[in-house]
């Protein structure tokens, strides 16, 4: 077709021309926030079916507290590694739907070797396990900085939080029913001293749904447009160069923030399923506890980001999650612990988005691949490192405690683990949340604070007879 420099054409046609495009981008985007939604919906599963059980299938392996530090810590730092890979084979290749598709199907095909290992290696099945996990995760992670740069343009900036939290309640409701529905399965399993077979259902239905997220992906990566790498240069030019101080001070409130709550995250299951003897279907009810109330807080979290911004965010949830392992030194009653997880599930709702959303406020389009990558890696530096402190804490911490007359002996050793963790959380929390800004321009309205709009205390403030005026509409 050949195109003259003339403007013969009418000028209706003029005029449309941007209007169809515009149309034709507001329905690309409407589409690939359907997708995303679903794809939501389709990981949550295979993490609720598949990837929270990776612990309770270590123990049936017969894993010991090292072997359970190692499968939480080895395979993030490959997903390090992974991450760190894509960025630059993204530069050479500039294929973001095949990326996704190879990750996405490779993954899947992890879970077939995962559940064949105590055919292979049943003496080394811990070990086995270990390995078929940082491929996992190594062949998930490739494909994580591609798909959070396209996802992240699928909504404008000021609702970028309500429709993170809209995903992030889809991913909750489905986790909560692809526990209970895999814990079931567990426990009958269990009954009928066929635990494997349990196992074998909800793995292979962990694969079916990470193959139905690959396609969800595929299908965005045909609608948005891929931003290009502006930078030439590595990572460390990035770091440099590009990134503001407020964000190289964020990561380090991020990355040893993760280090903190490793410290006693992987121990968790193994002080429920082996110190206190609970079945699957116990375990799978705390799980599912905190996922509730995920469901239940994601909404009002995601308006006081969009609304106060994320570092308001970060502030109030951040200086509540150091006290929620301190809990497990109270009691060992179910509904007690039932109760703590499920608070623990409104903050750390409202802690994961703030932290996702800062992140992507932070960066420019151009730099967001590169920018998410180094945050990932950030994270799972500190995440690794905490899980290996912890176990070697764990060696260490006596299982009671004697001062005069007081005398506290839990199930194990493993609370007062949850409590130094703990410790350090609120020391990060003190120290460094007053080190960086927020990114965004936030229009704060003259009466209003965030704390009146938290979930649950803004339905109880408006039902009081005297509303106070500072209670934000």
């Not at 969009?306 to 951040?318: E, P, Q």
């Not at 409590?419 to 321009?441: D, N, Y």
Request: aromatic letters at 12%.
């Amino acid at each position: 077709m050949n195109h003259s420099p003339s403007f013969s054409a009418s000028s209706s046609h003029q005029v449309s021309l941007p209007d169809e495009s515009d149309s034709a981008g507001h329905e690309a985007k409407a589409k690939s926030q359907g997708y995303g939604v679903r794809d939501a919906a389709c990981q949550a599963a295979a993490q609720g079916g598949g990837e929270h059980y990776f612990s309770a299938f270590a123990l049936l392996l017969q894993a010991s507290p090292f072997h359970i530090a190692i499968l939480s810590a080895l395979p993030q730092l490959v997903g390090v590694v992974a991450q760190l890979s894509s960025v630059k084979l993204l530069r050479y290749l500039r294929l973001p739907r095949r990326l996704l598709l190879a990750g996405g199907l490779a993954q899947a095909c992890c879970w077939l070797l995962i559940l064949s290992l105590p055919l292979i290696g049943p003496h080394y099945g811990p070990w086995l396990l270990i390995g078929c996990a940082m491929l996992y995760f190594g062949f998930g992670h490739v494909t994580t900085p591609v798909w959070n740069s396209l996802l992240v343009d699928v909504a404008e900036d000021d609702g970028r939080g309500a429709y993170f939290a809209r995903r992030a309640r889809t991913t909750a409701l489905t986790s909560f029913l692809a526990l209970g529905l895999a814990g079931a399965i567990l426990t009958l399993g269990q009954r009928w001293e066929m635990s494997w077979l349990g196992f074998l259902i909800i793995f292979l239905g962990a694969a079916a749904a990470r193959m139905g997220a690959t396609s969800c992906q595929a299908h965005v990566s045909r609608l948005m447009p891929m931003h290009r790498l502006d930078a030439p240069h590595g990572f460390r030019h990035f770091w440099a160069h590009a990134a503001s101080g407020d964000f190289r001070r964020f990561l380090l409130f991020s990355g040893l923030m993760h280090f903190a709550v490793l410290l006693s995250g992987p121990f968790f299951v193994m002080y429920l399923l082996r110190d206190l003897h609970w079945s699957y279907l116990q375990y799978a009810g705390w799980m599912a506890s905190s996922i509730v109330a995920q469901f239940l807080t994601l909404g009002p979290w995601g308006r006081i980001g969009d609304r106060y911004g994320n570092k308001a965010l970060l502030g109030m949830t951040a200086s509540a999650v150091p006290f929620l392992p301190m809990g497990y030194l109270l009691s060992e009653h179910y509904l007690f612990l039932l109760t703590v997880n499920f608070f623990g599930g409104v903050i750390w709702a409202g802690l994961s988005l703030g932290l996702q959303n800062y992140v992507f406020d932070s960066l420019r389009p151009q730099e967001r691949t590169r920018g998410v990558a180094l945050a990932n890696a950030v994270n799972a530096v500190g995440w690794g490192l905490g899980a290996l402190t912890g176990s070697w804490l764990a060696a260490l911490i006596p299982a009671e405690l004697s001062i005069g007359s007081w005398h506290l002996a839990p199930a194990s050793n493993l609370p007062f683990l949850f409590c130094v963790s703990g410790g350090l959380r609120l020391a990060i929390a003190a120290s460094l949340l007053r080190t960086f800004a927020e990114p965004r321009r936030i229009a704060v309205p003259s009466q209003g604070h965030p704390v009146w709009e938290l979930p649950f205390l803004k339905p109880l403030m408006a039902r009081l007879p005297r509303r106070s005026s500072r209670v934000a509409p």
